[in-house]
């Protein structure tokens, strides 16, 4: 599939900002499974300095500095990829999660040694011995390691209520599992966490799901949202993303923008200013399919 | 040997031999002197207990007066705790100093590669070298920091070891600075110290200098500025005045000739860093920075750090500007790397390493997990990332629960700890009362880079425990330094640290451009210095007027020390006080009220906040600050001390303090007014003094004189004025014992030619503003210029006569309305100053998390 993104953000500031630097992860990168056919990010006002750069993740990195006085911004990034169909993928086919854990001690490969950096926690995917208990009836000494997880995957689709209301980007994993409510952000990090209790690699993906319009009504433009889920390592056949949120394995609607071990690591846009004081927030994103040439 | 025997039973090593544990550096095990501490030793002894005391003192005194100070974090003896040096160096021979010296080279030449690796291709980790986990875990380990490369041969530019010597006389490494290593600055500043102490010994020692060291560092960084630099500006960026070693940061920057910055003063522009100065945006090219590196830009490291420059990485990443060390360098303080280095220094350099590491054991490796847990009594236990609890837990010290909580924590996430066998410090001897003694040493060892080299500093930092048998000797423990002596075979030549060439001029760069942080701190020194001493004199008025009133009793005296007080207030600004609501009762029973303008710190206004006030803005420009004067600042935060432990419980017991404090103040303007060349600085100092000490004036005339009063009363208030102002004896010369308001406000007011006097401070103030830096038209006059100038004229136009004359209400009107007048303009011009010089920087935000979530 074809699709045209639009992904637009504006701040509306109470106060004048004399100055300030940001980061933007909004360009999707190129991978196995897309190709991006072209990427481009507007800024308005038209930025002092900005600089294009790839992160250690391997995410497309636009930088830019507002030197001037501005009470607004907007970045509006536009690009264009083209997501290949998944085969469909034999789950059982992968190796038993506890050998799993095995082989990747050993180490041996670069790719299962590179791996290992997304067994460890990171601030926004603690586990708690909680966790590990929520994740292990999911993992039954033997059962290959991507069925384990596809289980997962559908009992916290099963377990938790998306409630757009609940949780902020702040909400600890803890409240998450307590309430068992949250939305696509929460139940990345969880699954994240979930897995990597076992042992096993696992890390967070940004991006948007293209949305399909009710039967017989038009799709309505701007209208969508970006997405996360995750995706995990299997020794012998490599990364394979999860969508709890959906229950479903990503495949041509998923549009990959950037990865890391959290949210933190793949933060749409980021960065610090001078002033300011209260500002209004808007986004808007549009996911549209493009007719097959 | 040559009958060592004697040597050991002089007066001062008799009782040494008893204290011997481990290694010694000084002796043998059987007791003799080694050949390299002879000469030493026999000087030492034949100096004597006495004269050795004395070298002592002098040692401290040499010390506390250049204001060498380290800072001790949450102690309780409050800020700069002074540095001390024990006056008998650690001796090394020159041989075994050029053994070290190669293999701390092969060290630094490892380490920089392992940097390279780990921000670039991570080969190490790809290949099974370096296990994933050391790294990944490691709170060092920055990712936004990968691929940022400094220019040249050298990704690790500066480094520091701290060797010990175990048992068996071999050194070891007991740890690796790799980020900002401290210590440089306290090396030279003791060994300055001790060629004063004890310079005969020093010359005949032959002992290698430290200068060569520090003129490579010079030329290295300045040859790692971004390319087609011609002449690059090179800053020290400081965390500030509350950091450990904030001494040698300004120390430092002096002695290599850099301007000394917080993060506050760089800006990034159009990619490039700038320093904020007077004259405008100054380009930096080159940070030597002493923050640490996850606090220097709040864009892609710590987003809560205030100390850093936001915009500073991608700086560096695009090559506009060089940080040494660079940032992420940190990653390369991990203790547990040490268990790694020798098959690394296989692979790296295809050399065994040299110089071991302390025995260190990762957790994260089963094997050495097991070898830890088992032994966990006789090992030193650390986590892999220095945390805001830096600790190291030593296994004997611990009780049977403690271990077992350990063992919990070392098995729920063994990568991150790591166990080193708890070492036996060898000893060197340390100069106790009137003898030697030994105690645990510790050597830290500096390194920098030079073209495709390391060199080595000839000496180091030595600190020593301050008991015996020791296991950790650190700063923040209390360890004693020493200097370094390393013996030279033969005379080395003097070197200085600035090269002479012939070529090409000296750039002169005046001010070395004054940052605008520092052009504030500096006005507010002039200005809260001024206010003190004039608080003091005034003070010093109202207590011999309060004697006075004890003595006769009379209603006039009362009512003189009621409007002397009523004017303390106003002028201090510390309403209610004597003015306002409860004023009546202080005005009857004044001292809790005077005693607490002299002692409340938290008040502002009062005698301690102001010099608290100045004392602290002096410690953020302490580079601009002469040695001499720096003594003086000694002195006045000395005296502060003295009344925070001992507060006078009476006024007149205050009396002596304040004394003191009016003659400490009055060195200082007259060390400030001799010793400062009359650059920015200097004008920014002169101005806020002048500035405060016309406002002052002008409100202390209006307190007492706008209003009329009787004649006996006003006779004693103009005297108390004129005392204050310090104008007294030239009044009595001047008008013989004539005391009329005319003639005050003559020599107060309008008298050019009077130090104390208005008008003098308003025209030394213009002065100062005409040569303020900035752009300025031929003919219009600059904002500040013009408000001074109004001044001055408002003051010159006036008549004494009409001033003195009393209207309705018993009112000076004229006199009143030209005060006020005169003090609104002053307060322009400090505003004007301040907008137009002063950085003003709103607040720094996150922006604001965007995500529209699914």
Redesign the interface.
């Known amino acids: 599939m074809r699709y045209r993104i639009t992904h637009l953000?504006a701040?509306h500031y109470a106060?004048a900002v004399?100055?300030?630097?940001?980061?933007v992860r909004l360009r999707p990168l190129d991978s196995d499974a897309q190709v991006c056919r072209y990427s481009r990010v507007e800024i308005d006002p038209i930025p002092?300095?900005r600089?294009e750069?790839t992160?250690?993740?391997g995410n497309h990195v636009d930088?830019f500095?507002l030197?001037t006085s501005h009470d607004q911004v907007s970045v509006k990034a536009i690009s264009e990829v083209e997501v290949k169909a998944a085969g469909k993928m034999d789950l059982g086919m992968s190796l038993p999660w506890d050998e799993a854990v095995e082989v990747l001690a050993k180490?041996?490969l670069?790719d299962h040694?590179?791996a290992?950096?997304f067994v460890?926690e990171t601030p926004m995917s603690r586990p708690m011995s909680e966790l590990r208990e929520y994740a292990l009836a999911s993992f039954p000494s033997g059962r290959p390691v991507l069925e384990a997880v596809h289980d997962l995957m559908e009992r916290i689709h099963t377990d938790f209520t998306y409630d757009?209301g609940f949780s902020t980007?702040a909400t600890p994993l803890s409240e998450v599992l307590e309430h068992k409510r949250g939305?696509?952000?929460d139940f990345a990090h969880l699954g994240i966490a979930c897995v990597r209790s076992m042992g096993i690699p696992a890390r967070y993906v940004s991006g948007y799901?293209e949305t399909l319009p009710p039967p017989g009504k038009e799709r309505l433009v701007g209208a969508d949202?970006?997405?996360?889920w995750f995706s995990v390592y299997c020794p012998n056949l490599g990364w394979q993303d999860f969508d709890p949120?959906n229950c479903i394995m990503p495949s041509e609607r998923h549009i990959t923008v950037a990865r890391g071990r959290d949210y933190s690591?793949v933060?749409?846009?980021?960065?610090?200013?001078?002033?300011?004081g209260e500002?209004k927030?808007s986004?808007s994103?549009d996911v549209a399919p493009l007719l097959e040439e | 040997m040559s009958s060592p025997q004697p040597m050991m039973s002089g007066e001062l090593c008799r009782t040494y031999v008893e204290g011997l544990g481990s290694y010694d550096e000084m002796c043998h095990r059987g007791g003799g002197v080694r050949g390299h501490w002879e000469h030493m030793i026999r000087s030492l002894e034949g100096l004597g207990p006495h004269a050795l005391r004395e070298r002592s003192e002098e040692t401290r005194r040499l010390l506390r007066e250049s204001g060498v100070s380290y800072n001790v974090y949450d102690d309780p003896k409050g800020m700069n705790r002074p540095w001390e040096l024990d006056p008998v160096p650690l001796l090394l021979p020159s041989e075994e100093w050029s053994e070290l010296e190669v293999s701390l080279i092969q060290r630094a030449e490892l380490l920089n590669l392992i940097l390279a690796d780990l921000y670039g291709p991570?080969t190490l980790?790809?290949?099974?070298l370096i296990?994933?986990?050391l790294i990944?875990?490691h709170s060092g380990f920055l990712?936004?920091c990968?691929g940022v490369r400094v220019p040249g041969n050298h990704q690790l530019v500066l480094y520091a070891a701290d060797l010990a010597r175990g048992p068996d006389g071999h050194f070891v490494v007991m740890g690796d600075r790799t980020q900002a290593p401290s210590g440089a600055g306290y090396a030279l500043e003791n060994r300055t110290v001790m060629t004063r102490v004890l310079p005969s010994l020093f010359r005949d020692a032959q002992v290698h200098r430290l200068a060569l060291f520090f003129r490579t560092q010079r030329a290295t960084l300045a040859s790692l500025a971004p390319p087609g630099c011609e002449d690059p500006r090179i800053v020290l960026l400081t965390p500030g005045p509350r950091n450990e070693t904030y001494f040698e940061h300004s120390y430092l920057a002096n002695y290599l000739g850099y301007s000394l910055v917080q993060g506050s003063d760089l800006?990034?522009?159009?990619?490039r860093v700038w320093m904020k100065s007077l004259g405008g945006l100054e380009q930096v090219d080159v940070i030597l920075r002493r923050v640490d590196d996850n606090f220097c830009d709040?864009?892609?490291l710590r987003?809560d750090s205030q100390l850093g420059v936001?915009?500073l990485l991608?700086a560096a990443?695009?090559g506009r500007v060089t940080v040494v060390n660079p940032l992420g360098s940190s990653v390369l303080e991990n203790p547990a790397l040490a268990a790694y280095l020798p098959a690394l220094s296989q692979h790296l350099l295809g050399q065994p390493l040299r110089l071991p590491s302390v025995p260190t054991w990762w957790c994260g490796n089963a094997k050495s997990r097991q070898h830890v847990l088992a032994n966990l009594r006789r090992m030193a236990i650390k986590t892999i990332s220095r945390g805001d609890a830096a600790t190291t837990l030593f296994g004997e010290e611990m009780s049977t629960e403690q271990l077992a909580e350990l063992r919990g924590r070392i098995n729920a996430r063994p990568?991150l700890y790591c166990a080193q066998e708890a070492m036996v410090l060898s000893s060197a001897p340390a100069l106790l009362e009137d003898r030697l003694a030994p105690r645990p040493v510790l050597l830290r060892a500096f390194l920098t880079a030079r073209d495709d080299a390391y060199i080595v500093m000839p000496g180091g930092l030595t600190r020593i425990g301050t008991e015996e048998h020791q296991q950790v000797v650190s700063s923040q423990r209390g360890a004693v330094s020493k200097d370094t002596w390393v013996l030279a075979s033969e005379p080395e030549q003097q070197v200085s640290l600035w090269l002479q060439t012939k070529q090409q001029p000296p750039q002169f760069d005046l001010d070395g451009a004054l940052p605008s942080r520092a052009a504030e701190n500096l006005y507010w020194i002039g200005r809260y210095a001024e206010r003190a001493e004039a608080t003091i004199r005034l003070l010093r008025g109202v207590l011999s007027n309060l004697n006075e009133v004890v003595e006769f009793g009379d209603k006039n005296h009362s009512r003189t020390l009621a409007c002397l007080l009523r004017a303390t207030t106003t002028l201090t600004m510390t309403a209610p006080g004597f003015v306002g609501e409860g004023a009546e009762e202080r005005l009857d029973a004044p001292e809790p009220e005077l005693l607490s303008l002299i002692l409340d710190g938290q008040r502002m206004g009062s005698l301690m906040f102001n010099l608290q006030t100045m004392v602290n803005n002096a410690y953020n420009v302490r580079d601009r600050i002469s040695a001499d004067t720096w003594r003086v600042i000694n002195d006045i935060e000395e005296e502060l001390h003295k009344l925070r432990n001992t507060p006078p419980l009476t006024l007149a017991d205050a009396q002596d303090e304040l004394d003191a404090l009016v003659t400490a103040l009055s060195a200082f303007s007259g060390l400030v007014m001799e010793s400062m060349t009359r650059e920015h600085g200097w004008i920014f100092l002169d101005a806020g003094r002048r500035l405060e000490r016309a406002q002052l004036t002008g409100a202390l005339l209006r307190g007492t004189l706008a209003n009329e009063q009787e004649q006996t009363v006003e006779y004693q208030i103009m005297e108390a004025v004129l005392v204050a102002t310090e104008s007294r004896i030239t009044y009595r010369r001047r008008y013989r014992s004539q005391m009329q308001v005319k003639t005050v406000l003559d020599l107060l007011l309008l008298d050019k030619t009077n130090p104390r006097g208005m008008l003098y401070q308003l025209l030394r103030l213009q002065e100062n503003i005409d040569r303020l830096p900035g752009e300025r038209s031929q003919y219009d006059l600059t904002p500040e210029q013009r408000l001074i100038l109004e001044a001055v004229t408002l003051l010159q136009l006036s008549e004494t006569n009409r001033l003195a004359q009393v209207g309705e209400g018993e009112m000076r009107e004229g006199l009143d309305q030209l005060l006020v007048r005169s003090s609104h303009l002053l307060e322009s011009v400090a505003n004007v100053l301040s907008s137009r010089f002063f950085t003003h920087?709103?607040?720094?935000?996150?922006?604001?998390?965007?995500?529209?979530?699914?």
Do not use: W
């Open positions: 953000t701040y106060d004399s100055l300030s630097y940001n980061e002092n300095e600089t750069t992160d250690y993740f930088r500095a030197q180490g041996g670069a040694l590179l290992r950096e460890l757009p980007i939305v696509c952000q799901l949202a970006s997405h996360a949120t690591d933060a749409p846009l980021k960065g610090v200013l001078f002033g300011g500002n927030l986004v994103v | 991570r980790i790809r290949k099974g296990p994933p986990e990944f875990a990712r936004a990968d800006t990034v522009r159009n990619g709040p864009v892609e987003e936001p915009g991608e990443r695009q990568y920087m709103p607040a720094l935000h996150q922006i604001a998390p965007t995500v529209r979530r699914t």
